[in-house]
């Protein structure tokens, strides 16, 4: 059949099928936000992206300087994978915790070229508060300007946890099979890199979504990473 005229028999079916399902109610799309009529969106942000006391006092997000697509928000997500898991989209910069009824609590990130090294199943071994950060020996040859930052802490030559560290005020810890990915899902100081690529780190957050998140995950939770590649 010539690719005209099949393109011409597929319109015709799929209007037939919108005149015929009209009067149906319809399954929101994907992505769709899932929020009531009345919420002042701008309250809602102010709200999830206000300054948070915490073990070290995190500042307001100045959201205007974000893309509000990725800010934190309950979405249609239609997902094979049971409740509680933690799937991220890295191509798309969405992180997405699945919820009961084909919804998802979606979140957007930053994503660093480790992040897009690495897709698979993995589970969050372990969760810190305010971690300690201790960069590879690969990232200091990219960066020996790095080693003015690090001290001398418990577990090596690192960055002790605070607000100047750039795991920020959560990091969860992906491994697979036993073994640390040396992948992590964590804070930033730099919440307007979110929805970007960026030079370095694996899945970046927004310290108050980060926060949300690692409130929501116990260890031993599911974390699927899509294959992606880095735009060019």
Known sequence: MPALHRRTVLALCVASAAIALGGCKRTPATGTTLSSPSTNPTTMFADRYGAVADKFPISAVDTSQIN???????V???SPYPVGTVVIDPAAHFLYLIQPGGTAMRYGVGVGKEGFGWSGVATINSKQEWPDWYPPKEMIQRRPDI???????QGGDGVPGGL??????R???LWQDGKDTLYRIHGTLEP??????VSSGCIRMIN???IDLYGRVGVGTKVVVLGSKPAS
């Open 68 to 74: 509000p697509t990725y800010l934190r928000r309950e």
């Open 76 to 78: 249609v997500y239609q």
């Open 147 to 153: 080693l003015a930052q690090l001290t001398k802490l």
């Open 164 to 169: 100047s560290n750039p795991l920020g005020a």
């Open 171 to 173: 990091a969860m810890y």
């Open 192 to 197: 307007e890199t979110i929805g970007t690529n």
């Open 208 to 210: 108050q979504d980060a």
